[in-house]
């Protein structure tokens, strides 16, 4: 039994983002995967971090730190127990939602983005953690960019299909304007 749970306690850690306690990439995948496998519907969220470059650069890598943990817990708030978010490498997070109706991404996008507006980009949070004021221009403030794609049941895909469709909006939100999300259709 003592065996069972240290290999257990390994699969965990293995499977969690070292910084931000989040799920990492290889986590999403599996379950991901058992999802679609099991004919579960749900929601899949890409979000890259807006600005983020600027901020690590500007204030350096323990700010940039603080910045990844505090985007993770104002994710995971959002979302609380209808689903997981993952730290997916970098300044790039997933959310996967189980049946929730197609527009759940939308509220969840979003609720980030009005908290992000009350919480004027983290600036008051980065002020605190700093102990001074900064000065950081609007062109420059934190936010994030969301694709959002959604698998309907009794469609198949993947794994990779459903990233790659979340990416695919993803991408052209960063194209066009940042601070945004899109659907995937």
């Known amino acids: 039994e003592q065996k069972t749970r240290e290999i257990s306690d390994m ?69 609380g127990k209808s689903g997981y978010v993952v730290r997916y490498g970098g300044d790039e997070f997933v959310i996967v939602v189980e ?22 980009s983290f600036k008051n949070l980065i002020e605190e953690k700093l102990g001074r004021q900064v000065d950081i221009p609007d062109k420059s403030k934190l936010s994030c960019s969301i694709g959002i794609a959604v698998k309907q049941s009794g469609k198949v895909e993947t794994i990779s299909e459903l990233l790659k469709h979340a990416d695919e909006a993803l991408y052209d939100v960063k194209k066009s304007s940042k601070h945004d999300y899109k659907i995937w259709s």
């Open 99 to 120: 049946n929730i109706n197609r527009y759940y991404g939308e509220e969840v996008a979003e609720a980030i983005f009005e908290e992000l507006k009350e919480d004027d």
């Open 11 to 79: 699969k965990n850690k293995s499977c969690q983002d070292a910084l931000t306690g989040l799920w990492n990439r290889a986590y999403t995948e599996e379950v991901v995967d058992g999802m679609i496998s099991q004919g579960v519907k749900g929601t899949l969220m890409m979000i890259d971090l807006d600005n983020f470059k600027y901020c690590n650069d500007t204030f350096g890598h323990d700010i940039g730190d603080f910045v990844l943990k505090t985007f993770s817990k104002l994710f995971t708030d959002i979302i």
